[in-house]
Nanobody
Framework: QVQLVESGGGLVQPGGSLRLSCVVH????????LGWFRRAPGKEREGISC????????SYADSVKGRFTISRDNAKKTVYLQMDSLKPEDEAVYYC???????????????????WGQGTQVTVSS
């Protein structure tokens, strides 16, 4: 069965860094675009970053551009989100997701994604 297993969340102070990982099981990894989403308390789910099948094309939401970096390792079937200069408003549950890709670039629209992880909590507090 398809599983997306996230790790790396936790507590960090403002200005600190975290790296999230998501290992994908049960599908042909190279055929899927991958994305990271988050839901903060009282807010709608937000698409924050995505990467194309080969990792050559990426997109970022304005809220994280310049601070977050997405990458993928197709050999390890893993997608990463490096988060730097974290702010209190970054506190949220973070989800990885995947969808079968036939065209580029990747999308930040959650309705386009077929498979989702269970989420990992990121807390930003001093």
């Amino acid at each position: 069965q398809v599983q997306l297993v996230e790790s790396g969340g936790g507590l960090v102070q403002p200005g600190g860094s975290l790296r999230l990982s998501c290992v994908v099981h049960g599908l042909v990894f190279d055929y899927y675009n991958l994305g990271w989403f988050r839901r903060a308390p009282g807010k709608e789910r937000e698409g924050i970053s995505c990467t194309s099948r080969g990792g050559g094309s990426t997109s970022y939401a304005d809220s994280v551009k310049g601070r977050f970096t997405i990458s993928r390792d197709n050999a390890k079937k893993t997608v990463y989100l490096q988060m730097d200069s974290l702010k209190p408003e970054d506190e949220a549950v973070y989800y990885c997701a995947a969808y079968r890709a036939f065209a580029s670039p990747c999308t930040l629209e959650s309705r386009d994604y077929d498979y989702w992880g269970q989420g990992t909590q990121v807390t930003v507090s001093s």
